[in-house]
């Protein structure tokens, strides 16, 4: 068994957050099916995931403490941010 987290951060900052045990061999998509996050956010299911910050496909393999993460849209581009920042 592979103990992992899965975590995801909504738009209006809703904070997912699940730790499940998984069987020898299990991929990322067994994974975020048994977090249960589609049914608590539909809008996950077609987004990129990774494992602690590096992309990955639904079919990468787990292992033992590794951090499922869903990653969102970004709705600002960060250098934009910081030159209006920058201007004020």
Do not use: W
């Not at 299990?26 to 977090?35: G, H, K, P, R």
């Not at 990129?48 to 990468?60: C, D, W």
């Not at 709705?75 to 941010?81: A, G, L, S």
């Amino acid at each position: 068994m592979v103990k992992i987290e899965v975590i995801y951060l909504s738009d209006e900052g809703q904070a997912f957050q699940a730790h499940c045990v998984l069987p020898i061999g299990s991929s990322v998509n067994d994974a975020l099916n048994a977090s249960g996050i589609f049914k608590q956010f539909p809008e996950t299911i077609d987004l990129p995931v990774g494992i602690f910050a590096k992309k990955v496909t639904p079919e990468t393999i787990l292992r033992e403490g590794d951090r499922v993460e869903i990653y969102r849209p970004l709705t600002n581009d960060p250098k934009e941010k910081r030159r209006i920042r920058a201007k004020n």
